[in-house]
């Protein structure tokens, strides 16, 4: 009875160990090690990443990190304490999730749009986009909400894609000028319309939390193409439309 105790749970220690993972995938195909399939998976992912990233001589996550770290020892702080140890990695994937507008192409999500309006030809309005970017720099947030209109000729574009369209250029280093620029350009040079409106209204906390330290203020930038910059009854309609000049708060600025 004891042998058979024994035996029993070095099997049961050979099962779980990892040499049984290894083991299980030298046998002939149809592995259904769940644990070791898991792992892979995540192991091709990463290298895959990492692929990636050396093709396009972006820095590894690796590197990432390691840049984190230099920066809490220059901060004054341990990176290897309790608290910090697992911080380089997190900053480096939220930083990967605030930037990810590097990835996408503001053209493609553009790119489906309708003729089938029944000849509407008013204003398309879409206002109070919300959205977060980061001051190129100092690479603090500018958090603020954006009013984005066109004037269609035979074509318009799902509401949704203009908020993403918001979303790629917020989510990348800026300053709200360009990324005002940005937004009406794409829009104008992929629908044709005949006009478009983009006006950011933003708080930046490179000013209200260093420097002149000024919460509260709020920068607005706009862009007028088309009808918009021509017609002043269009113009009027439009910021009638976005409430521009009430005094309501930014959000969570």
């Given at each position: 009875m004891r042998q058979s105790f024994i035996f029993t749970n070095?099997?049961?220690l050979y099962t779980l160990s990892p040499l049984s993972m290894l083991m299980c995938c030298t046998r002939e195909r149809g592995c259904d090690c769940m644990r070791h399939e898991r792992s892979g998976e995540l192991m091709n992912k990463r290298d895959n990443e990492i692929s990636a990233e050396q093709a396009s001589g972006r820095p590894t996550q690796d590197q990432a990190e390691e840049a984190v770290r230099t920066l809490i020892r220059w901060a004054g702080d341990n990176p290897d304490r309790e608290g910090l140890v697992q911080t380089p990695a997190r900053v480096a994937r939220a930083y990967r999730e605030f930037f990810s507008g590097y990835e996408s192409d503001p053209m493609q999500i553009l790119a489906t749009t309708f003729s089938e309006v029944d000849g509407y030809d008013e204003m398309v309005v879409l206002k109070d986009i919300r959205f977060e970017s980061y001051c190129e720099h100092h690479m603090v947030p500018?958090?603020?909400?954006?009013?984005?209109?066109?004037?269609?000729?035979?074509?318009?574009?799902?509401?949704?894609?203009?908020?993403?369209?918001?979303?790629i250029y917020a989510k990348r280093l800026q300053i709200q000028e360009k990324m005002t620029v940005q937004i009406a350009?794409?829009?104008?040079?992929?629908?044709?319309?005949?006009?478009?409106?983009?006006?950011?209204?933003?708080?930046?906390?490179?000013?209200s939390t260093r420097g002149v330290h000024k919460?509260?203020?709020?920068?607005?930038?706009?862009?007028?193409?088309?009808?918009?910059?021509?017609?002043?009854?269009?113009?009027?309609?439009?910021?009638?439309?976005?409430?521009?000049?009430?005094n309501t708060p930014l959000p969570n600025s």
């Open positions: 070095i099997v049961q500018i958090i603020g909400r954006a009013h984005v209109a066109y004037l269609p000729e035979h074509r318009v574009v799902g509401i949704s894609k203009l908020a993403r369209l918001v979303d350009d794409a829009l104008n040079t992929v629908l044709q319309p005949k006009g478009v409106a983009v006006i950011l209204e933003a708080a930046h906390q490179c000013m919460p509260g203020a709020s920068l607005v930038t706009s862009r007028m193409l088309g009808a918009f910059r021509d017609d002043p009854s269009t113009r009027r309609e439009f910021l009638s439309i976005v409430g521009h000049g009430a």
